[in-house]
C-alpha cells in the first residue's frame, strides 16, 4: 500500500515499486472535491487546462484511475480537500479524522508494506507523514517504508534536511535498494501520461518527464 497526498505523488516517487508489485493499493489522501471551488480558479489550475465549473477533483481521479491501472494497482480516494481548491484557510495540522481513515484503509488491506511520504516541502505531504506516522505507532503488522516525493527530492537540501528531521524526532530509517527494472521504468513513464492535466505543467515547471526517466526512486525502511 503507498500512501499518497495527492493524485500523482504514488506514481511519480515510488512507480517503479507498483510495477513490481505483484498487488497494491494507493490511497490518496487530499483527493476529495470541495463544495465550491475558488472563482477565479487558481493559477495551477488554468495551467493545467481546468475553468470555472469544472469539478476538477472528479477529473484528477479519472485520471489517476487510468494511471494506476496501467500499474494494476487499485484506487481508493479519501475524501480531503488540497489547498489549491479550497475558498478558506488551510490547517497545517493532521485533521480530525485522518488517522482514523488511514487506519480503515490500511485494515480493509492488509498490505505487508506500507510506503508513506518523508513529507518534502508541500503543506499536504508534511500532514500525511505525520498522519502516517501517527498510525504506525499503534497499528502492527506491516513493514513501514519512507519514500522521498518527486520533484520535491530534487530541491538542493530539501531532503537532507528532511531526513534530518525525522531522524531527531526518533524515526530511525534503513536505506533500501531501489528496482533497477527497466521494464518497471518503462511502465511507470507510461502511467505518468494518463495524468494528462499534469504532466505537461509539471514538466514546463519540472522537467518531470526528464526526473522520471533518470531519478532513482529513494526508499528507507523505518526500523524504530
Excluded at 485520471?63 to 489547498?83: I, M, N, Q, S, T
Excluded at 505487508?112 to 508534511?126: A, F, I, K
Excluded at 500525511?128 to 530534487?154: F, H, I, K, N, Q
Aim: charged share 20%; with cysteine; glycine share 6%.
Amino acid at each position: 500500500m503507498v500512501l499518497s497526498p495527492h493524485l500523482d505523488d504514488a506514481v511519480l516517487s515510488v512507480g517503479d515499486v507498483l510495477a513490481v508489485a505483484p498487488v497494491a493499493t494507493v490511497v490518496t489522501v487530499f483527493a476529495g472535491s470541495p463544495e465550491a471551488y475558488p472563482d477565479p480558479p487558481s493559477a495551477w489550475s488554468l495551467r493545467c487546462g481546468f475553468g470555472p465549473g469544472d469539478d476538477i477533483g472528479a477529473l484528477r481521479r479519472a485520471e489517476d484511475e487510468h494511471a494506476l491501472h496501467r500499474l494494476g494497482a487499485d484506487p481508493v480516494h479519501l475524501a480531503y480537500v488540497e489547498h489549491d481548491y479550497r475558498t478558506g484557510p488551510f490547517d497545517e495540522a493532521i485533521p480530525d479524522g485522518m488517522v482514523d481513515a488511514l487506519a480503515t484503509a490500511v485494515r480493509a488491506a492488509a498490505p505487508t508494506v506500507v510506503l508513506l511520504p518523508c513529507g518534502l516541502d508541500r503543506p499536504e505531504h508534511r500532514i500525511v507523514a505525520a498522519a502516517a506516522l501517527s498510525l504506525r505507532a499503534v497499528l502492527d503488522g506491516p513493514t513501514w517504508v519512507a519514500y522521498a516525493e518527486l520533484p520535491y527530492l530534487c530541491l538542493p537540501g530539501v531532503l537532507p534536511t528532511r531526513l534530518a528531521e525525522l531522524v531527531a524526532d526518533g524515526v530511525v530509517l534503513e536505506p533500501l535498494t531501489p528496482t533497477s527494472d527497466p521494464l518497471a521504468r518503462a511502465r511507470k513513464i507510461e502511467a505518468l501520461e494518463a495524468y494528462r492535466s499534469q504532466v505537461g505543467p509539471l514538466d514546463d515547471w519540472w522537467s518531470v518527464r526528464r526526473r522520471v526517466r533518470e531519478t532513482p526512486e529513494s526508499l528507507w525502511r523505518i526500523t524504530t
